[in-house]
């Protein structure tokens, strides 16, 4: 009897594959794009609704302050919260999405607190304080639906939103210019 003979054709067919097709399929995994990109403009208005919920729950703590002193995180988050919703703004246009000057004068407003120093609060300024962090909740419930999912501006939403940052507005006006 013979031996049996060696059949190569199926060996080589694994040979081949394992040394040339599964490291081409590998490398072709490698470079091919895995994670989907995400809309820019969408990842903006996510931070900038971030930034109007920080300031809604920093607001929270500034009405319980007694004093100048720990206003500077306020100061900040509100600032922050602003320069988003500006870079928003520009983004999608003014003609679609309106500015926040509210938000703004708030920051000036904080600042003129913060002018002479570390001091008491007075009762007026306790007061502006505690109208705004009541208006502030409104403000952030109207930016978290600002945006549809097609990264439209809902109509609806903007409207409020303006609404909401007018009141904040005339509370520091009253403030500001008092009659």
């Not at 500077?72 to 246009?93: D, F, I, M, P, Q």
């Not at 439209?152 to 006006?173: V, Y």
Request: glycine letters at 6%.
């Amino acid at each position: 009897m013979r031996p049996r003979q060696f059949r190569t054709g199926p060996v080589l067919a694994v040979l081949l594959f394992l040394l040339v097709l599964w490291p081409a399929i590998q490398l072709y995994g490698m470079l091919k794009p895995s994670h989907t990109s995400s809309d820019p403009l969408t990842m903006l208005y996510e931070v900038a609704q971030f930034q109007i919920s920080l300031w809604q729950g920093t607001m929270q703590e500034a009405k319980r302050y007694e004093s100048t002193a720990p206003l500077n995180k306020v100061k900040l988050v509100a600032y922050s919260a602003n320069y988003t919703h500006e870079r928003l703004v520009r983004a999608v246009g003014g003609d679609r999405l309106a500015p926040l000057p509210g938000l703004s004068r708030f920051v000036e407003f904080i600042t003129v607190l913060q002018i002479s120093g570390d001091r008491q609060l007075t009762d007026l300024e306790r007061e502006v304080l505690e109208q705004a962090a009541a208006i502030a909740p409104q403000l952030s419930d109207c930016y978290s639906g600002l945006l549809h999912s097609s990264g439209k501006i809902i109509g609806s939403k903007n409207e409020a939103l303006q609404a909401a940052d007018q009141r904040l507005a005339e509370t520091l006006e009253h403030y500001f210019h008092p009659e």
